[in-house]
């Protein structure tokens, strides 16, 4: 979703919100925009785009100054062109302002300020903001009380900041729901802004993270931080431990396929020092809270996720009701809100998301919350709303993951589920301890075993290159890999823009027959595991009907060669642990077709990484 960023100092500020925004890209966006506060002016430079042509633009119009906003933008009202970018301005252009988010009463702020003559010159929802802003200065106030009379008037989720020619070297930030991150930087004689971490990284390590109902005044002498009231806060500093390398490519061609080779080091790191091997239990960081007697409480789960992190969720189902014999129903977050949910007392409620700053799963959390439930979040993103709305905490270790096509995040949120559903079972005696220890000893080879997956690019590459002109995939699954299936065709719908399906294997008879023909390829996810031989049932359904199955089978599966027209061949696990496995050549085989259809893989077409509006 939309990118900020902003700062305060002795320093020209163009070049350093050009950077943040560069290392914000992997959010999505369609425009991008500056504007740069000096000597009583305000510089605006918009473009359509890509961020390199706002850098052609300040490049032939430089603007000079030391405080400044930049924005990303990812459309939601109003088309993606230069006239509808942030950042925008007042009826004087002395005032600027950047939003992520939605104002959903904008329509009914706006008309009042339409008859008093304000000129509106953008489709969006965001404008209105600045005018109301504009309206208060010429009061008298200052940029501060300008921002905390008019934002409490707003609704909708909106993180937003504000400069004006008329409150010189100032930048006022504001954050009204859980959307959005609010971060603030903190440097010696100067002062920065972001959405998210990657983008301060190269500046400071020290941090302040700006709550809902939150406002922050950020100059170069320093940062001033209040509620609502204008009553002022004192807020904790955190120090981030990211490094910048992780955030570079490192050689490949595209941060996924970075991403995706990544996946051995990044389970390592999520499995490091969650077992006590003296006791053979699982253990997890402070952060998760639950105590025996809690865990022996629970009578149901509910699992929450967007997207990938919804298919991870119907993943730890399964775990979870075979190992611990908890009842679990997985919500769509966007759904679960507004359904009004059953929540039992003393129920679970967990969610499942990279950023931490998801607006439907926050919304559904807060949901959850509302009605008595315990929150436990599994987030990559150490610092995020989900973290700090959460009872309980499992960080998934993944480092940062800048493709918007989640791959090794959700490796780690499937790693980690088996490690929950495991320790679950242990506290409440559902897990024999010799069944749990194999389990644990299997997941501890999982690294070396996807290693032998990435040995295999060069015939997925291949096998990739033969199907990229095809217009409709079918990928099919049962049991514990029915969601490996769904998993697979939302990558290669992200990916390659082409139509796929992921179904369950034996919902095929019941209309999905009607599609297969020669020209349909089928990816069977057909492991040597309880559903084995219904799978091979299924295929040959496919082949009975001139299908051309591409089957993904353990190494040491003969039979599927006579039912596959081609094998993606998988080192051989426990049957819980097999979709971490499974997934990886699934995941391989979408970036290399899209690739070959010369997409742009890491950022896929009206897609964003952190998505911050309903």
């Not at 999982?446 to 995939?473: C, G, M, N, S």
């Amino acid at each position: 979703m939309c990118g900020i960023v902003g700062y305060a100092g002795p320093q020209q500020a163009l070049p350093l919100l050009m950077d943040g925004l560069k290392r914000l890209e992997y959010r999505g966006y369609d425009s991008a925009g500056v504007a740069i506060q000096h000597d009583g002016v305000l510089e605006i430079r918009r473009a359509e785009g890509k961020l390199a042509n706002l850098a052609a633009v300040v490049a032939k119009s430089p603007a000079a100054g030391a405080t400044g906003i930049g924005h990303t933008r990812w459309a939601t009202h109003g088309r993606p062109n230069e006239q509808n970018a942030h950042p925008h301005v007042d009826c004087g252009g002395v005032t600027a302002v950047i939003h992520n988010g939605i104002i959903e009463n904008f329509e009914a702020l706006k008309k009042p300020l339409v008859d008093k003559g304000h000129r509106f010159m953008s489709e969006t929802d965001t404008e209105v903001v600045v005018h109301l802003i504009e309206d208060e200065l010429k009061s008298g106030k200052s940029l501060e009380d300008a921002a905390l009379a008019v934002v409490p008037t707003l609704e909708g989720a909106a993180a937003l900041a504000f400069v004006s020619a008329k409150d010189p070297g100032k930048i006022v930030a504001a954050r009204i729901s859980n959307a959005g991150g609010v971060i603030v930087g903190h440097g010696e004689g100067e002062n920065y802004l972001a959405s998210d971490i990657p983008a301060l990284l190269e500046h400071t390590r020290t941090v302040s993270y700006v709550e809902p109902g939150e406002f922050a005044v950020i100059t170069a002498g320093g940062v001033r931080f209040l509620d609502r009231a204008g009553t002022q806060l004192e807020k904790a500093k955190t120090t981030i431990t990211w490094d910048t390398v992780s955030a570079a490519k490192s050689g490949y061609k595209h941060f996924m396929l970075k991403e995706i080779h990544e996946q051995p080091r990044v389970i390592s790191d999520t499995l490091l020092g969650r077992v006590d091997r003296a006791s053979g239990r699982v253990v997890f960081d402070a952060d998760l809270k639950l105590t025996d007697d809690a865990v022996r409480a629970l009578d149901r789960i509910t699992l929450l996720g967007c997207g990938t992190a919804g298919y991870a969720a119907l993943v730890g189902k399964y775990l979870i009701e075979r190992l611990a014999r908890i009842p679990c129903d997985v919500e769509i977050p966007s759904e679960y809100r507004y359904r009004d949910p059953v929540v039992t007392k003393g129920q679970l409620v967990i969610s499942l998301t990279q950023s931490g700053e998801t607006v439907d799963t926050l919304a559904a959390m807060e949901e959850g919350k509302k009605r008595g439930a315990r929150l436990l979040t599994f987030v990559n993103v150490m610092g995020s709303q989900a973290s700090r709305m959460a009872d309980d905490v499992i960080y998934l270790h993944a480092g940062p993951e800048i493709s918007v096509a989640s791959t090794k995040a959700y490796s780690t949120m499937l790693v980690d589920l088996y490690l929950f559903a495991i320790f679950l079972g242990q506290r409440r005696g559902t897990l024999d301890p010799t069944a749990g220890g194999k389990l644990l000893a299997e997941v501890f080879h999982l690294p070396t075993l996807v290693d032998a997956v990435l040995r295999e690019e060069p015939k997925i590459k291949a096998l990739a290159y033969r199907h990229h002109q095809a217009k409709d995939f079918l990928y099919l699954g049962r049991g514990v890999n029915y969601p490996t299936a769904l998993e697979g065709a939302h990558k290669l719908k992200e990916l390659s823009y082409s139509h796929a399906e992921g179904t369950a294997a034996g919902e095929m008879k019941h209309g999905i027959n009607a599609l297969i023909d020669e020209s349909l390829p089928v990816v069977a996810i057909v492991l040597q595991d309880s559903t084995y031989k219904k799978m091979l049932s299924n295929i040959q359904e496919v082949r009975a009907r001139a299908g051309a199955v591409i089957a993904v089978a353990n190494d040491d599966d003969e039979e599927i060669a006579q039912n596959a027209s081609e094998v993606i061949r998988v080192p051989k696990t426990n049957e819980l642990l097999s979709p971490a496995l499974a997934v990886v050549p699934l995941h391989l085989f979408a970036y290399h077709v899209a690739d070959r259809r010369g997409n742009d893989v890491d950022q896929p077409r009206n897609l964003a990484k952190a998505v911050t509006v309903e």
